[in-house]
């Protein structure tokens, strides 16, 4: 539990110093957007999102992850749809 613990704390550590990523916040944003137009009960804070997005699109194991995400969010013109992207 403590190494859990310490591996969330450190990647809040690494979100606060991550740059903001244009990509991440257009993503968060629409996302954030959806969550709030289709009354979705899903956990959702627009600020850790980005945070979140920044640190994996920084990580090269992650990267093209983040990208394919971020097409499929693009793509999308339905909310439902948006919050399906893998």
Do not use: Y
């Not at 110093?17 to 959702?44: D, H, L, N, Y």
């Amino acid at each position: 539990m403590r190494v859990a613990l310490a591996v969330i704390f450190g990647l809040g550590l690494a979100a606060c110093t991550q740059p903001r990523s244009a990509r991440c916040k257009q993503v968060c944003t629409r996302e954030s957007e959806c969550v709030s137009t289709t009354s979705s009960t899903m956990p959702f804070d627009e600020k850790e999102c980005i945070a979140a997005c920044a640190v994996l699109e920084a990580d090269q194991n992650n990267l093209a992850k983040v990208e394919r995400h971020a097409e499929c969010v693009a793509k999308q013109t339905a909310c439902a749809a948006v919050l399906e992207c893998p």
